[in-house]
């Protein structure tokens, strides 16, 4: 016979008594270490570990949330290598509904960050619960993930009724038409936001140009990115429109679309005397 090596995990269901004890206080222990950065959470994973102590792990995630002013956190399993599972990647019910209550009883959490976590439509509506009550959260990414059409007309509720959210990253969501006009709706009345990203969208020409004439009448917006997207001519022309109506928006990033030569010379002949900032073509 030959003696078979055992992996981790065989060893770890074998552990019993003082060994378990043992286990449990190296893995609290370095959970704790792993919490001890300034801004950005560095990616854990809860997926090898049973379920006390993933109950642990929220407990320790929990009390560091409650006591600083930012947090972001990636859900993924690391060194997977052939063994791919779909479960091992992005953020699950379980995970949100503990962030949920997280998020609600927060009172110094500034900037919260979620993104590249195949956050969906469902998975939003939970997070969006206990955003509507959290009173601190000026700074939101969500970028990265999937929230499609009907998760930007949830986020754009959510622009309608907060008062303090001043930064809003939605980049690379798989937002179309029917998102931007929802969002661009909310934004007509927003008071609030003064950066909002929408980059790497599908926000077609028609939809660039609807959101141009709703923001004609926000005079709070400083930044907007629409990279990446499919904006073109009839885009152009309300753009046009909206800087010599509105000249609170300063910043545009407008690159990788589908605008010409004859697109950036009107955009010149306005912004020229007007000595914007910065815009990006």
């Keep these: 016979f030959f003696f078979k090596q055992k992996t981790a995990y065989e060893m770890q269901r ?3 008594g003082s060994e378990m004890c043992i286990r449990d206080r190296i893995i609290k ?6 919490f001890q950065f300034k801004n950005n959470a560095a990616p854990f994973t809860s997926y090898d570990l049973t379920f006390i102590q993933v109950l642990k792990e929220f407990i320790i995630s929990f009390n560091y949330i409650w006591s600083q002013a930012s947090w972001q956190k990636i859900f993924k399993k690391e060194y997977l290598g052939s063994k791919y599972e779909r479960v091992a990647f992005g953020i699950m ?3 949100a509904n503990n962030i949920e209550d997280c998020i609600r009883i927060s009172k110094t959490l500034i900037s919260f960050g979620l993104p590249g976590n195949m956050i969906d439509k469902d998975i939003l509506q939970r997070i969006m619960r206990s955003l509507v009550l959290n009173t601190s959260i000026t700074q939101l990414d969500l970028s990265h993930n999937l929230l499609g059409d009907i998760g930007a007309r949830r986020i754009s509720k959510y622009i309608k009724h907060t008062k303090i959210l001043t930064h809003l990253n939605l980049c690379d969501n798989n937002i179309h038409y029917d998102g931007s006009r929802w969002i661009a ?3 007509k009345k927003n008071k609030s936001l003064l950066y909002i990203n929408l980059k790497h969208n599908r926000i077609n020409d028609q939809g660039g140009a609807k959101m141009c004439v709703d923001l004609i009448e926000n005079n709070t917006l400083r930044e907007i990115v629409l990279a990446a997207n499919s904006l073109g001519k009839d885009f152009c022309e309300k753009l046009c429109a909206l800087i010599k109506a509105n000249i609170s928006i300063c910043n545009f990033d407008l690159s990788c679309n589908f605008l010409v030569d004859s697109d950036g010379e009107k955009l010149l002949e306005i912004i020229q005397p007007l000595k914007l900032s910065l815009i990006h073509i």
């Design 29 to 34: 222990s370095s959970l704790q270490r792993d």
């Design 93 to 95: 019910i379980s995970d």
């Design 185 to 187: 709706k909310e934004l």
């Design 14 to 16: 074998g552990l019993v």
